[in-house]
């Protein structure tokens, strides 16, 4: 938690006590907030016969290169790169990353022109 805290600014994490069902001091409960987009992570204390695929990235639009490319580093750091920051013709300025866990990761850069909005009633 402490890299996605280190890009996304605002999460909260309640940590596991003395007598709780996981271990103590892992990650019961943390809430972040990428964007706009409100997700929530905890440590499984159960194992599981599964890991992280590409097959499921979390999508997040920036509102400048600056914060972007600073996303793009911190969390391709240690990890890997699947397609580097670019104009790729569907956005401006796009990167696809899997961060040091395995989490993917695609970071947008939106086209102010290319933003859809509702229409007026």
């Given at each position: 938690m402490s890299l996605y805290a280190s890009v996304f600014p605002g999460v909260r994490i309640e940590r596991y006590g003395p007598g709780e069902p996981g271990p103590e001091g892992t990650v019961k409960e943390a809430h972040v907030d990428l964007n706009g987009h409100r997700l929530m992570f905890s440590d499984s204390y159960v194992k599981h016969a599964f890991t992280?695929?590409?097959?499921?990235?979390?999508?997040?639009?920036?509102?400048?290169d600056e914060e972007l490319d600073r996303?793009?580093?911190?969390?391709?750091?240690?990890?890997?790169?699947?397609?580097?920051?670019?104009?790729?013709?569907?956005?401006?300025?796009?990167?696809?990353?899997?961060?040091?866990f395995g989490v993917s990761w695609q970071l947008n850069l939106p086209d102010a022109a290319s933003t859809v909005t509702a229409p007026a009633r």
């Open positions: 992280f695929t590409p097959s499921v990235s979390l999508f997040v639009d920036f509102a400048s996303a793009f580093a911190k969390l391709s750091e240690d990890g890997q790169v699947f397609m580097p920051l670019d104009n790729y013709g569907f956005s401006r300025r796009f990167g696809w990353c899997a961060d040091r």
